[in-house]
C-alpha cells in the first residue's frame, strides 16, 4: 500500500501526552499515513502509552532507543531511513494537528521540497500568537539562515526524497542551537531548494517553555480540552477567525515597523518593497477591503480545506 505522509514524533519524557498528539496525527483526512514515534531514553510510562496506541492502530510504530546526544537527532535520522512515506511531517508530543494538517502539507510539496504550516502557539491562557514567515522572500529565508527560527518542529514538512539527498540529514546540533532551526538551516541552504509557506492554520502548538510549571496531567488536561475544541465544526470556525485576526494584525505591525526602518534609511527600498508584497501583507490589506459583514464569509472561504471548496 502507498503511503502517502509519515508523521516522526520525537519524544523523551513527555509520555502520556502523546495519547492526544497521536491521535491528531490518525485523524488526518488522508488516511494512507505512518506513524513513527522516536525514542530519545524515553522512561517506561511512554512505551506502556506507545503499546497501547500501536496495539489500537497498526500504523503507529515505535522506535525504543537510549538517550542520545543534545534531543537525539541520530535517532530521528535512523527512523527516517525505514520510512516509507511520500513527505516526512513533524508533530512535537505535546502538540496537535488539525485534521486537515498532511492534506495541506501534500499540497504544498506537490511543487516544493520544504514546505510548512501558518506558525501558531497558543499560551497557557489560550492566547493565541505566532510568527509571520514567507519562504517565498529571501528576508525570510535569511532570518532563519542567521538563526532566528520562525518554523516550530510541528509546522515543518519535507519531501522524502529531498531528504535522502540531504549531505547529512538530522544530526547532533551544535550547542546552543534549536534543533529544528538547525535542520530547516541545512534545508535552506541547498542549492536551488523550493521552499513553500502555507497560509491555513493546521498546528496547534503548545511551547513547553511557556509551561515549565505546569504538570503533566495538566498538560494533558489542556490537550484533551483543545482536542475536543478543535474537533467540533463551530469551535474550530472561531479559532480559525481569531488566526486570520492574528496574521492581519502581525502583518500591519511587520508592515509599520519597515515603514519607520525604511523613513530612518535603515533598509533599502527594495527590501520594504520585497517585504510588502508578502503573502501575509496582501492578506492584511484583503481583510481592511472586507465590509464588516461580509467578513465572516470571507474567512470561512478563505480558511476553507481542499474538500470544503
Not at 463551530?234 to 509599520?256: Q, T
Amino acid at each position: 500500500m502507498t503511503v502517502r505522509a509519515t508523521i516522526l514524533i520525537p519524544t523523551h519524557d513527555h509520555g502520556p501526552t502523546l495519547r492526544h498528539s497521536v491521535a491528531s496525527a490518525l485523524n488526518q483526512s488522508v488516511s494512507s499515513i505512518e506513524v513513527l514515534i522516536v525514542g530519545d531514553g524515553a522512561p517506561d510510562i511512554t512505551r506502556q502509552v506507545v503499546a497501547e496506541l500501536s496495539a489500537a492502530d497498526d500504523r503507529v510504530r515505535y522506535f525504543d532507543n537510549p538517550k542520545g546526544p543534545r534531543h537525539g537527532e541520530i535517532h530521528r535520522h535512523a527512523a527516517l531511513a525505514e520510512a516509507r512515506g511520500e513527505i516526512v511531517c513533524y508533530l512535537s508530543d505535546d502538540d496537535l494537528y488539525l485534521p486537515d494538517h498532511v492534506e495541506v502539507m501534500l499540497a504544498a510539496l506537490d511543487n516544493a521540497d520544504f514546505a510548512h504550516a501558518l506558525p501558531i502557539r497558543i499560551a497557557p491562557d489560550d492566547s493565541v500568537s505566532g510568527w509571520i514567515c514567507d519562504l517565498s522572500l529571501p528576508f525570510h529565508i535569511d532570518l532563519i539562515r542567521s538563526g532566528r527560527n520562525r518554523i516550530p518542529l510541528s509546522c515543518g514538512a519535507h519531501r522524502q526524497d529531498f531528504y535522502r539527498a540531504l549531505p547529512h540529514g538530522w544530526r547532533t546540533t551544535p550547542k546552543g542551537v534549536a534543533t529544528d532551526l538547525h535542520m530547516w538551516q541545512q534545508i535552506l541552504g541547498q542549492p536551488g531548494v523550493r521552499a513553500a509557506s502555507t497560509f491555513r492554520p493546521t498546528v496547534a502548538h503548545f511551547p513547553s517553555p511557556l509551561r515549565h510549571d505546569m504538570s503533566i496531567d495538566e498538560r494533558c488536561a489542556e490537550l484533551a480540552r483543545w482536542s475536543v475544541c478543535l474537533e467540533s465544526p463551530e469551535e474550530l470556525r472561531r479559532w480559525r477567525e481569531r488566526i486570520i485576526a492574528h496574521v492581519a494584525r502581525e502583518s500591519a505591525d511587520l508592515e509599520r515597523r519597515y515603514i519607520e526602518a525604511a523613513a530612518n534609511r535603515d533598509i533599502h527600498k527594495q527590501r520594504y518593497d520585497e517585504i510588502s508584497g508578502s503573502v501575509a501583507i496582501r492578506l492584511r490589506d484583503r481583510v481592511r477591503s472586507i465590509p464588516g459583514r461580509s467578513l465572516l464569509r470571507w474567512v470561512a472561504r478563505a480558511l476553507a480545506g481542499p474538500a470544503e471548496r
